[in-house]
């Protein structure tokens, strides 16, 4: 079956209800199956990041095509079903609802699973990276985001040190202190790549986008800590 199909979006919507049950409801037919899956919480997921990556393309002023291939490589769209793809995301950015309420009905829906939050994080700062500069709009974006999905400024560093390199970046992706023992730091790294590793969220039944994230995510935990290793033997 094609990637691109009909499915009830008025009926996931109407499951779903909310903002986001809205613009699933007014999508119609024009809905990418594979993103989609039966159920209302991982149609959530997907359909949020869907419309925060479009809203988060234009937070600069402008949609480039580098951020739109970005997005098309979170959710590993073939060349063959981009179109298909196109339609939902331009949807989602002429959409006049406001970020601020999808943001908020995810931080409810996924109140108790900070790991799924922090994929729609990530994918956005995949996104807003694309074009090889993060605008001072984008970052402010991702940082009213963070808050409405339940993270505090702390949370929040953390999860843009992933993403932003500083001096200081290996141990704020790890989330520890310059001196913390080498024991404490390899406690610790293990302890996050345990609880990011893909195969909790696929347990979970979240959509193929999750699993990507998941994966960047423990790539850069193990880069933190091999940055961090290799600090430390040098001195």
Same mark, same amino acid.
């Given at each position: 079956?094609?990637?691109?199909?009909?499915?009830?979006?008025?009926?996931?919507?109407?499951?779903?209800?909310?903002?986001?049950?809205?613009?699933?409801?007014?999508?119609?037919?024009?809905?990418?199956?594979?993103?989609?899956?039966?159920?209302?919480?991982?149609?959530?997921?997907?359909?949020? *990041?869907?419309?925060?990556?479009?809203?988060? /393309? =234009? @937070? #600069?002023?402008?949609?480039? $095509?580098? &951020?739109?291939?970005?997005?098309?490589?979170?959710?590993?769209?073939?060349?063959?079903?981009?179109?298909?793809?196109?339609?939902?995301?331009?949807?989602?950015?002429?959409?006049?609802?406001?970020?601020?309420?999808?943001?908020?009905?995810?931080?409810?829906?996924?109140?108790?699973?900070?790991?799924?939050?922090?994929? *729609?994080?990530?994918?956005?700062?995949?996104? /807003? =990276? @694309? #074009?090889?500069?993060?605008? $001072?709009? &984008?970052?402010?974006?991702?940082?009213?985001?963070?808050?409405?999905?339940?993270?505090?400024?702390?949370?929040?560093?953390?999860?843009?040190?992933?993403?932003?390199?500083?001096?200081?970046?290996?141990?704020?992706?790890?989330?520890?202190?310059?001196?913390?023992?080498?024991?404490?730091?390899?406690?610790?790294?293990? *302890?996050?790549?345990?609880?990011?590793?893909?195969?909790?969220?696929?347990?979970?039944?979240? $959509?193929?986008?999750?699993?990507?994230?998941?994966?960047?995510?423990?790539?850069?935990?193990?880069?933190?800590?091999?940055?961090?290793?290799?600090?430390?033997?040098?001195?």
């Amino acid at each position: 079956m094609s990637l691109v199909g009909m499915i009830g979006g008025a009926g996931l919507g109407f499951a779903l209800g909310g903002p986001l049950g809205g613009l699933l409801g007014g999508l119609a037919g024009h809905v990418v199956q594979r993103l989609l899956a039966p159920a209302p919480k991982p149609a959530a997921f997907s359909i949020a *990041l869907i419309a925060l990556c479009a809203k988060m /393309a =234009k @937070a #600069d002023g402008v949609v480039v $095509p580098l &951020e739109v291939a970005a997005f098309r490589e979170v959710f590993d769209i073939p060349p063959e079903e981009l179109a298909g793809v196109a339609r939902v995301f331009d949807l989602a950015s002429q959409d006049t609802a406001g970020f601020e309420a999808y943001a908020r009905q995810i931080g409810v829906l996924f109140a108790d699973e900070p790991q799924t939050r922090e994929d *729609l994080l990530d994918a956005l700062f995949h996104v /807003a =990276k @694309a #074009d090889h500069a993060l605008h $001072p709009s &984008e970052l402010g974006f991702m940082h009213k985001v963070a808050g409405l999905l339940g993270f505090d400024d702390v949370a929040y560093a953390r999860i843009e040190a992933r993403h932003v390199h500083r001096p200081d970046d290996p141990y704020a992706v790890l989330d520890l202190p310059h001196d913390a023992s080498n024991a404490a730091v390899k406690t610790r790294y293990r *302890l996050l790549v345990r609880e990011h590793h893909p195969d909790r969220l696929q347990a979970r039944g979240l $959509p193929p986008a999750a699993i990507k994230l998941a994966n960047d995510r423990v790539a850069a935990l193990n880069a933190a800590y091999a940055r961090i290793m290799e600090q430390r033997e040098t001195r």
